[in-house]
């Protein structure tokens, strides 16, 4: 599945402002990496990221295409709505507008979560009532659960094991609709859409979306309210649990006493809920309440429109619930918490903790000096995004962090980088008028090349042999009148479009057995020499030598009727004749002698073997 939140490099401008704001920084800056990354295992959904950050680079994930997709494939998808809807949408002049837009959006039924909040909100009164002793922090708010799962495993015993309100309307609407009924819970959070996943059976939530997601779709499916009529939500409706969007509203709807020197519970909402887990940590023995705790009050939640007052929403929301109150059937309502008051609203929690190791003294002595912050390391500016240089030097070691987030060492780096961008200048203009010169030279040495080259050019057209030189590809790259003459007037016209047939096939030009020879040229790299060759009626001497190996070869051919060409060639092949001549004879001779040599041998050896044999025969 999509992360909850994730970071669109190219909108990021590398601002850090997300890390700022990241209450548990979970926001990894890397040295190879241009932009920051959420790890999504340290992520909590709270989504202080998104709000910080000015590009909006930080992206939640989109859920509202998968509803419009539900909403076209199914009949029955009911919509589990938070109380907070009023403070959202104040815009709409009557919520029973509101809940007829839901409708004609495609929503089969339309329930407010309020009836679930005033469900659970029973069974934290008699928690607290059972409890002897120990202390819980109430389960209602996905962050706060998330935290304590992630950043404090040793309190999830502490967590109140009841559904929060939406599992518990979940419930309702499945005991009255059947299991087949599709339900999306419009949340004022974007910790929602991860929230759900986590509920299963009767409890199961099948998707999220949020109240900014909904706001586009109505302007998608130009949903107004003032084309409808009035139309409530499905039954059971709620009570007291409409209070829910405030902080202290489960508590209100719970009917647990607030005054100060009686109340059992504390609430807390913004990020003291942080602090406030710590204090419960540390001091719970002492302190002897439950916690009632929320990142930030639903009226405000990360998934409402920003810029919402939240004063302007809180009492909004009370209006809201006053109308409600004056219709509300009393009765009936106590109908439905009996009928409803033996569903299993529990809950289990799974620690897992990413608290990450601390680095050693010395490894943060080390961090620091490299920072230039040893002297301050118990404080900080913040910039960074952590409380002291110890903190942010603790991150660094830790991977989540680099030094180039510090404005002090930044600074500082930027002098000595502009100090090295200087020398790199001067470095670079003395480069610059080497380069100059040396590309002066070049600029004479290309104009006597190319001087060169078309002396050559001439030269090569002035010669009586026929020349012309090709590429692996059998292509002409250059060659000669003489050559253009032999191959006659076809090719002469050509020539007067294409100088020196240019980029022509040689096999097009000449017979096979002609062009053969380039071919056994260039594959064995091996020259041929003075072959002869019968073309057009003429004898041609050809002589196809390699230029660059398997690349370029050329040719020089000779007409051997040329007058010129014929009394150098007979003069040149009687040379070669009596050369060949005079070495057999050389060899002949050489044979003769040798066969002499030993024919003397042996008839001495014979004389000297019968005198021998004389003298014995004397004795």
């Known amino acids: 599945m999509e992360p909850l939140l994730k970071i669109n490099s190219e909108k990021c401008i590398a601002c850090y402002a997300c890390v700022r704001a990241c209450?548990?920084?979970a926001i990894r800056v890397q040295s190879d990496k241009i932009t920051p990354e959420i790890i999504q295992e340290r992520c909590i959904?709270?989504?202080?990221?998104?709000?910080?950050?000015?590009?909006?680079?930080?992206?939640?994930?989109?859920?509202?295409?998968?509803?419009?997709?539900?909403?076209?494939?199914s009949n029955k998808v009911a919509a589990l709505v938070d109380p907070s809807i009023a403070g959202e949408f104040p815009d709409i002049t009557d919520y029973r507008k509101f809940v007829q837009m839901l409708r004609a959006l495609g929503f089969y039924s339309v329930h407010e979560v309020a009836f679930g909040v005033d469900l659970v909100a029973r069974e934290y009164k008699e928690l607290f009532r059972r409890s002897k002793g120990k202390y819980y922090i109430m389960s209602n708010d996905p962050v706060t659960v998330s935290f304590i799962e992630k950043y404090k495993p040793a309190l999830v015993p502490n967590l109140a094991p009841i559904l929060p309100p939406v599992a518990a309307a979940a419930q309702v609407i499945r005991q009255l609709s059947g299991e087949e009924i599709f339900l999306v819970h419009i949340s004022p959070l974007i910790a929602s859409k991860d929230e759900i996943l986590r509920f299963e059976g009767k409890s199961r939530i099948d998707l999220a979306i949020t109240f900014v997601e909904l706001r586009e779709l109505f302007t998608e499916a130009n949903i107004h309210e003032t084309d409808l009529e009035y139309s409530d939500f499905d039954e059971p409706l709620g009570y007291k649990g409409s209070f829910f969007p405030m902080a202290n509203g489960i508590i209100q709807a719970a009917e647990i006493k607030e005054h100060l020197h009686a109340t059992p519970v504390v609430t807390v909402e913004?990020?003291?809920m942080i602090d406030a887990i710590k204090e419960f940590e540390e001091n719970i023995g002492t302190i002897k309440c439950h916690f009632n705790l929320f990142y930030k009050e639903f009226l405000m939640?990360?998934?409402?429109?920003?810029?919402g007052k939240r004063i302007l929403r809180r009492s909004q929301l009370i209006s809201y619930v006053n109308k409600r109150f004056k219709i509300l059937d009393?009765?009936?309502w106590k109908r439905s918490m009996e009928q409803f008051k033996d569903l299993n609203l529990t809950r289990n929690f799974t620690p897992d903790d990413q608290s990450l190791p601390i680095p050693s003294e010395s490894r943060l002595k080390k961090i620091l000096k490299d920072l230039d912050q040893l002297e301050s390391a118990d404080v900080g500016c913040g910039a960074c995004g952590y409380a002291s240089c110890t903190d942010f030097a603790t991150a660094i070691a830790q991977g989540?962090?680099?030094?180039e987030m510090c404005n002090t060492y930044a600074s500082r780096n930027r002098q000595d980088h502009i100090q090295s961008l200087k020398i790199s200048n001067e470095k670079l203009a003395q480069a610059q008028d080497a380069l100059k010169k040396s590309e002066r030279q070049a600029q004479k040495e290309k104009e006597a090349a190319r001087e060169a080259s078309e002396i050559v050019r001439r030269m090569l057209h002035k010669l009586p042999s026929m020349v012309v030189i090709c590429d692996q590809n059998l292509k002409i790259l250059q060659t000669n009148n003489s050559f253009i003459e032999m191959l006659g007037e076809e090719a002469q016209e050509i020539n007067e479009v294409v100088p020196g047939l240019a980029g022509a096939d040689l096999k097009t030009l000449l017979p096979y057995n002609f062009y053969n020879l380039f071919t056994y040229v260039l594959s064995h790299n091996e020259s041929i020499r003075n072959r002869d060759l019968q073309h057009e009626g003429k004898l041609l001497n050809v002589s196809v030598f390699v230029i660059e190996k398997d690349k370029i070869v050329g040719a020089v051919i000779r007409d051997m009727s040329a007058p010129e060409v014929q009394k150098e060639e007979v003069v040149k092949r009687l040379n070669e004749a009596i050369d060949k001549n005079l070495n057999l004879v050389q060899q002949i001779g050489f044979i003769m002698g040798e066969g002499a040599a030993e024919t003397e041998r042996m008839l001495?050896?014979?004389?000297?073997?019968?005198?021998?044999?004389k003298d014995l025969k004397d004795r």
């Open 23 to 25: 209450p548990v920084k």
């Open 400 to 403: 989540l962090a680099i030094p």
């Open 301 to 307: 939640g990360r998934g409402t429109s920003m810029g």
């Open 330 to 332: 009393l009765e009936q």
């Open 270 to 272: 913004g990020e003291g």
């Open 604 to 613: 001495n050896s014979i004389i000297e073997s019968y005198e021998l044999r």
């Open 45 to 73: 959904g709270c989504g202080s990221c998104a709000a910080a950050c000015g590009p909006g680079a930080v992206e939640i994930r989109n859920t509202r295409d998968d509803l419009m997709e539900i909403l076209k494939k």
